[in-house]
């Protein structure tokens, strides 16, 4: 051992102690040892001062199990535990590793060069779980707060909010939804700079911190955008807290050693009156603050059915969306998928576009929840899946290798529709089921993970690959890999976008690329759009890349273009 270690040895028997210390001292003079006659003493020694590795006898660590039961408080009360035993026991020694111990030794047959290797790992795997756990915590808080507020995000917002809302409708109170947005902090950030904007957003959940209950959930869901629950008795109340806010945000915020003012605009949505689900109440709430923002900004304006354009356009696009799946009217993109390495294509994802006659350029966001609302995504995705499966069966007759990548959208995860769905188009296309991935974002497993998980168990066992996507951005991303038969983790753009400027982002994408290759799943990093990134991504170790630094999404004809000569229009598109 290069290092000088603390050991605290832990026995009735003096005699077990003098042997530890007689067989390290051999081969080792960097231990100091410390001797306790019984888990009491022990403790008392622990919280004096701190070991780097506990040695118990067996009646010991049986007496210590007995007071801490579970293995993870074990594991934070006591440093390493090694057990000593006076004789070998294979049974024993497999029933203290389960309870935790780091390791088994037989003080009376060991030799010392294996006792002072066993303490060395004992301390040394102590060390890498902890800053794995650590890792994991830092993983898990990121991909649930904003990095900047450490306000939770959207997905945890929601999640919290469901359960205020089910307590809510336990009790038959009320439940606000407020929905701020800062008024003229674009001028901020375009004057000062995006770091005198950080620091006010900073100071702006500091403040909605000072008028906020345990009981309230606040988040930052946007660049300036904050959503707040307040558990609340009427709209009087919620009024009280809407003008509180805004005097709040009235006072002057010190930027850079001058004083400058903002305000808020608010729109307020009411459980149960202006829906029970949080997407509901926040669409709701976000149209009244579409309408607070119109009257002038530095109001407030609740929610009221006559402030549903939006829903009238959704009818529109609905209507539209109708007419253009009877006629043909949209059409599928192909974004490339290349291999880090050499800028081979090993992959392309159908994208969905749609131009209406007269609604124009419809964003994809937008047609595909109205699609969901609706229920015409059953058959938006068989078309999207049966074209881009036709398309792949045709390049590959051409004789290119790459797999195919398809959305799903939380509404196609029904295990028998989505299976005869994907087996019609395999036997159809004569494609292999290996050619064709399902991608899902984690929010969609969110909706539903029994189903879920019956659905791609079913899809597993054809052979079918299955993506996750937005990788990173769920509440239970970890827990994701180990349940569903997952092959590809898609890590999504908001941590490749700051990867040359965020040490949080670059931390977050080199932790997920280390889990996801050690559990043997391919990564494919979206969003890449600058050669810093795809640097970074290819030093550490990321196996494919998709972005529009390497490519845009194509059309078929394009993209047929770039597996015949792809090297000239990947050059192209990287040096352009």
């Not at 007995?66 to 408080?73: K, T």
């Not at 946007?222 to 558990?231: A, I, K, P, R, S």
């Not at 392309?348 to 609604?359: G, M």
């Not at 797999?403 to 799903?408: D, E, P, W």
Request: glycine share 6%; net charge negative.
């Amino acid at each position: 051992m290069s290092e000088t270690c603390t050991a605290l040895i832990v026995s009735a028997d003096a005699l077990c102690a003098a042997r530890v210390r007689h067989l390290v001292a051999r081969v080792e003079k960097g231990v100091e040892f410390h001797h306790a006659k019984s888990p009491d003493v022990a403790r008392e020694w622990l919280r004096a001062r701190s070991f780097d590795v506990m040695l118990i006898d067996q009646p010991s660590f049986a007496e210590v199990c007995g007071e801490l039961p579970d293995p993870a408080d074990r594991a934070s009360a006591y440093p390493p535990i090694i057990v000593l035993s006076n004789r070998d026991d294979p049974e024993q020694a497999l029933e203290v590793l389960r309870d935790g111990a780091q390791d088994y030794l037989d003080i009376l047959t060991e030799s010392p060069r294996r006792v002072v290797r066993c303490i060395h790992l004992a301390i040394e795997r102590s060390r890498l779980v902890s800053d794995l756990r650590e890792a994991r915590e830092r993983a898990q808080f990121a991909a649930t707060h904003d990095s900047l507020t450490k306000l939770p995000n959207r997905h945890l917002f929601e999640e919290l909010m469901k359960r205020n809302l089910a307590h809510a409708q336990r009790a038959g109170s009320q439940v606000a939804l407020l929905y701020l947005d800062l008024d003229r902090f674009k001028g901020i950030n375009d004057t000062l700079g995006h770091a005198a904007g950080d620091e006010v957003l900073v100071e702006v959940a500091e403040r909605l911190a000072q008028l906020t209950r345990r009981s309230d959930v606040v988040a930052r869901v946007g660049g300036d955008e904050f959503l707040l629950v307040v558990n609340i008795a009427s709209d009087s109340a919620v009024s009280a807290i809407a003008a509180r806010i805004q005097d709040l945000f009235g006072r002057p915020f010190t930027i850079l050693g001058g004083e400058y003012w903002m305000g808020a605009s608010i729109g307020i949505a009411m459980f149960p009156r202006d829906g029970d689900e949080p997407d509901v109440l926040i669409r709701h709430a976000d149209l009244a603050l579409y309408q607070a923002k119109a009257a002038g900004r530095g109001t407030f304006r609740f929610f009221s059915e006559a402030m549903n354009d939006s829903i009238r356009r959704r009818h529109r696009i609905e209507h539209a969306l109708r007419r253009a799946l009877g006629r043909g009217g949209l059409r599928i993109l192909y974004q490339p998928i290349f291999q880090a390495s050499d800028l081979s294509v090993v992959g392309a994802e159908a994208l969905l576009r749609w131009s209406d006659p007269d609604l124009g350029t419809v964003p994809p966001t937008e047609f595909i929840r109205v699609a969901e609302q609706s229920g015409l995504i059953v058959s938006l995705g068989d078309a999207v899946l049966r074209t881009a499966a036709e398309q792949l069966a045709q390049w590959k007759h051409e004789g290119h290798r790459l797999r195919m990548s398809v959305n799903l959208s939380a509404h196609q995860i029904d295990e028998e529709g989505l299976r005869g769905l994907v087996g019609r188009a395999l036997w159809d296309t004569g494609l292999a089921p290996n050619d064709l991935e399902l991608e899902i974002t984690e929010s969609a497993l969110m909706r539903d993970e029994e189903v879920a998980d019956r659905t791609f168990g079913a899809l597993k066992q054809i052979g079918v690959r299955i993506s996750l996507d937005d990788f990173g951005t769920g509440y239970s991303s970890l827990s994701y890999l180990k349940r569903f038969p997952v092959d590809t983790v898609k890590i999504d753009r908001a941590f490749i976008r700051d990867l040359a400027d965020d040490p949080d982002d670059s931390a977050i994408v080199s932790a997920i690329l280390a889990i996801a290759l050690q559990l043997g799943l391919n990564v494919v990093a979206e969003g890449v759009e600058t050669e810093e990134q795809r640097a970074f991504l290819t030093e550490r170790g990321c196996p494919e890349l998709q972005g529009f630094l390497l490519c845009p999404p194509l059309t078929a004809d394009e993209f047929g273009v770039l597996l015949r000569n792809g090297p000239i229009l990947r050059a192209k598109f990287l040096h352009a």
